[in-house]
Each structure stands twice: as C-alpha cells, then as structure tokens.
C-alpha cells in the first residue's frame, strides 16, 4: 500500500509539473504576442474599404474554411472546420512568418517557430497568439488579409498568393465575376492547393468540389469536428 501511495504522488506531482511548465508557456506565449503584436501587424490593411468577396462568396467561403469565423474569439472547434480557424491561420502567418523581430522578442519568435515546425499538430501556441491577433485586428480586416494573403498554389513556377490572383491566373477574371462553379473551385483548393490544383490535380480536385457542393446544398454533413474531406459526401464522378 505504501509503494502505491508513493507511486500515485509522483505521477501526480508529474503531471502537476507538465500542467505548469505547459500554463508558464502559454502565460509567456500571450505576453510576447501581446508586447508585439503592434508591430507585427500589417499596415495597409486598415484603408481598404471596398469588398473583396460578393456576399454569396462570402458565405461559401465561410461555411467551408470558418463556420463561426464572426463569433469566435479567434479559436473554435466547428463541425469539419478541423484545427484551424481563420484567425489561427492569420496568426501562424504574421506572428511566426512575417516581420522578424529583433532582441529578446526576435529571441522568442525563433523559439516559436521552432516549437511549432516540430509539433504543430500538438501546440496550442499559435491558439494564444490568435486570440491576441483577434483582439487587434476586427474581423472585417481579418478576412480582407486572408482573402488577399492565402496561398493558391504554384503557377509558371510562382506562387499564387490571395484568392484575386487564383481568380485571374486560373480562370482570367475579376474575382467578383466568377461563377458560383468557378468560386467553389477556388475554395475547394485552399484545403491543399497544389494537390487540389485545377491543372496537376485536376481530378482530385473535381472530386473535392463535388463533396463541396453537396455538403452546401446540405445532402451531407461532415463525420466529425477534424472531417475537412467530407467522407459522408459520395462522388459520382
């Protein structure tokens, strides 16, 4: 009995320590975010006033990459929605592989963006950072960076980077004067663009817009919170 006793206090005392060294990261996580989060952001974000997306786009765009994106705090967990959110996304880009820092915060980036190359299915690093990034940052400016910022793949050996440049690389129109087809094609590719790629992976990505538009049209639901394929959505292709 006393070698058990002895044997559940230094499991608790372990796990204990792992609670505490892992609440001291994301303490410290949430200061250095906040400390530069300021200088991180960018700055031509703000002015742009005039909408990217018609509201039917928007709406598309949502339902597949954020359900909830406008009443989240930056995290949120979404029937096929996966790990990441908009702003989680936003977050890894700006705080982790945008503007490098200099000092003790350049320090601490590195450190972050080390932890996060080696376990970022595990980390909930960048989770503190988005919520930090949603406090500075309104939602309109979030979506406006995300649709001007996502990367699109690989064209003529140049990345492909906002949903405005797929729209006239891949289909030669205005973003706006897109089809719903053409649109959803675009969205369809976001998941993985360059698997998902209208030219190299055109089949796959057929397949893929196929489960889009019927978990749209609502004749299918995702199996799970971490279900981004739609398995329950049948091709018939």
Known sequence: MYRADMKFKKILKCILGIIF?????????????????????????????????TQQQTH???????????DHA?????QGQGLTTITSSLAREIFLSGKELMGVRGGLQSFYKAVFSCCKKI???????????????????????????VYMGQHDRKAVVGLPAAANV??????????????VTLIAMIK???????????????????KINSFLAGTCKPSGWFDTEYVNC????
């Open 170 to 183: 891949y289909f030669n129109k205005n973003l706006l004067e897109l089809s719903r087809e053409e649109f």
């Open 21 to 53: 060294i892992i609440s001291l990261y994301l303490v410290i996580v949430a200061a250095w975010a906040t400390l530069s989060v300021g200088e991180l952001l960018p700055k031509s974000i703000a002015s742009n006033k005039q909408p990217l997306l």
């Open 123 to 149: 980390d909930i690093g960048r989770d503190v950072m988005a919520l930090v990034l949603n406090k500075n940052m309104s939602k309109e400016q979030q979506l406006q960076l995300f649709i001007s910022s």
């Open 192 to 210: 993985s663009p360059n698997f998902y790629h209208p030219v190299n992976g055109a089949k796959q990505l057929e397949y893929r817009v196929f």
């Open 74 to 78: 930056g995290i949120d967990l979404s």
């Open 60 to 70: 598309i765009l949502l339902k597949i990459e954020d359900p909830t994106f406008f």
């Open 234 to 237: 049948k091709s018939e292709i």
